[in-house]
């Protein structure tokens, strides 16, 4: 079992930076690859971004050259430090775990922290 923590979220202005975390507890090392998801106000859940270990593996077009996705492996945490904010930027964003091959085939999801871009 793994449980995922998100913070850092808040109120921003545009062109302003923000840098969520994510940081896990439980069989942390069932952990393959973390995903940055987020929802705006009447839409779909979209993936801005993928890492695997410490690898970045995917950047949503919406998202790329603006936000970074890491990890702090000694403290279980993954980052996505976003720059360059707008106002469509503004959502419930979440974190999203999958495990490795060796460990039980599960999905975990973050409570979500809401992120709000405006003046």
């Known amino acids: 079992q793994v449980t995922l923590v998100e913070s850092g979220g808040g109120l921003v202005q545009p062109g302003g930076s923000l840098r969520l975390s994510c940081t896990a507890s439980?069989?942390?090392?069932?952990?393959?690859?973390i995903n940055w998801y987020r929802q705006g106000p009447g839409q779909e859940r979209d993936l801005l971004a993928t890492?695997?270990?410490?690898?970045?593996?995917y950047y949503a077009d919406s998202v790329k050259d603006r936000f970074t996705i890491s990890r702090n492996s000694a403290e279980n945490t993954w980052y996505l430090q976003m720059s360059s904010l707008k106002p469509e930027d503004t959502a419930v964003y979440y974190c999203?775990?999958?495990?490795?091959?060796?460990?039980?085939?599960?999905?975990?999801w973050g409570q979500g922290i809401q992120v709000t871009v405006s003046s």
């Open positions: 439980g069989d942390t090392i069932c952990i393959e690859r």
């Open positions: 999203n775990a999958l495990t490795r091959s060796s460990c039980p085939n599960e999905i975990y």
């Open positions: 890492i695997l270990g410490d690898d970045p593996a």
